[in-house]
């Protein structure tokens, strides 16, 4: 657009008088309106410079600036940047959202109740079995030494061990049992402790409902394409939610620097931004964790270094001397072979051209996360439109045999 203004520009200057005024706030009034479309357009593929831009209107209309080339790396970053870090979500989806959250509410609540009424019956069976069986509280003797009838058939009830201790029933041991039912009673009463205790809060409910509405937007996501024009050709991209990728339809191989623009411009297309992973955000969070876990190796390195100097235990330092002396032999035994410099074993040349790969000039960081791309074909297989399941739009061809006949029979009963 730049290129464009700039041609009428240079044919207007043979104008002059009130022609060329007229021309000159025409163009000053196009300048307006392409940044204000600039402005509140994030998926423009165009931008402007606000000082060129002002030098412009101040200065005359003289040596317009021309479009600024770009990498196409660097497309849409921009705008990327400036473009809010959420979701957007229609009349529709929100009323589902409250829906989704007064039946989420309901349904947990009711299960947690079922819960506890679960945990507190089988309490109050333990409780029954203690209370009405005899049992022994006498520490020299076993619990179960004069268990009564009731406690027996509670005992196997409660394991379901009936048909095992007809078979026979020696095999049943009740001591053992009665152990298994205090360890199961305090089992109950922890889990029964930790229900009641641990709540969820309405902003948990929320939590839980939003990221299931936007799982369930991004499903559909796989029908949302953009298309873009890369140095390597056209591209066609969409999203796949179960898969976690971008998807991507071209005739050539696009590198993944290309594929990251299109990302942004996908994202920003269709307000789903949280999807996108920011590659350079993601470096700086590495960074700053391999900052601070090194920080903390070489504190746990000094401590462990001020313990051993801090410590006279004469069996380190016969260790030192020990090595010492081994390190010595060692060096001493060594022996040049023939026809070889002591010196230098390997020509000048050769070795001025090898890396020492003990040494690092830079650090290297790995990121946690990055986005994924899918190619799915070539131009010639994307197809955006769906096959129309014909048995949801007419029930009549999903109707079986079966189903045709009762409806004749019933036809021929109402005649």
């Known amino acids: 657009m730049y290129n464009l203004l700039t041609k009428i520009i240079v044919n207007s200057v043979i104008i002059t008088g009130e022609l060329f005024n007229l021309i000159k706030q025409k163009i000053i009034f196009l300048i307006d309106f392409y940044v204000f479309v600039c402005k509140n357009n994030p998926l423009l593929l165009d931008y ?3 000082k060129e831009v002002k030098e412009v209107k101040e200065g005359g209309i003289l040596g317009f600036p021309v479009i600024k080339e770009e990498k196409f790396e660097d497309k849409y970053l921009e705008k990327f940047k400036l473009f809010p870090n959420d979701f957007v979500f229609n009349e529709l989806e929100l009323t589902e959202e409250k829906t989704e959250y007064e039946k989420l509410k309901s349904m947990i609540e009711i299960n ?8 507190k019956n089988k309490l109050v069976k333990i409780k029954e079995i203690e209370e009405n069986s005899d049992i022994s509280n006498d520490r020299d003797k076993k619990f179960t030494e004069n268990i009564n009838n009731f406690g027996i058939n509670k005992l196997l ?35 029964l402790n930790d229900i009641e205790k ?13 990221k299931k509405i936007i799982n369930k937007k991004l499903d559909n996501f796989i029908d ?14 969409r999203y796949n939610n179960s898969k976690g990728s971008f998807e991507y339809f071209s005739n050539n191989t696009i590198p993944y620097r290309y594929l990251e623009p299109v990302g942004r411009k996908y994202v920003m297309t269709y307000w789903c931004k949280p999807i996108f992973v920011d590659t350079k955000e993601e470096l700086k969070r590495s960074e700053i964790k391999y900052n601070e876990d090194l920080k903390k190796k070489e504190e746990k390195e000094k401590e462990e270094e001020e313990k051993r100097i801090s410590s006279n235990n004469p069996k380190i330092i016969l260790a030192k001397m020990k090595s010492y002396n081994k390190d010595t032999k060692n060096a001493t035994s060594i022996r040049p072979m023939k026809n070889r410099s002591s010196n230098n074993v390997l020509p000048s040349q050769i070795k001025a051209t090898l890396q020492n790969i003990n ?3 830079e650090k290297k960081f790995i990121k946690e996360n990055s986005n994924r791309y899918t190619w799915e074909g070539r131009l010639t297989d994307f197809c ?15 109707m079986t045999y079966a189903d045709f006949k009762k409806i004749q029979q019933e036809q021929q009963n109402k005649k």
Request: charged share 30%; hydrophobic share 30%; net charge negative.
């Open 112 to 119: 947690r109740t079922i819960c506890i009424n679960e945990i």
């Open 48 to 50: 402007y410079d606000d």
């Open 157 to 191: 009830k409660y394991f379901d061990l009936q048909e095992e201790y007809d078979d026979d029933p020696d095999y049943i041991d009740f001591e053992e049992l009665y152990t298994d039912l205090i360890k199961a009673k305090n089992l109950l009463n922890t889990e």
């Open 224 to 237: 949302n394409y953009v298309l873009e024009n890369t140095p390597m050709g056209n591209i066609y991209m």
């Open 359 to 361: 040494q690092t000039s």
């Open 198 to 210: 641990n709540t969820v809060t309405d902003n948990e409910f929320k939590e839980m409902t939003r």
């Open 384 to 398: 955006p439109l769906k096959k129309v399941n014909k048995n949801v739009v007419n029930k009549n061809l999903a």
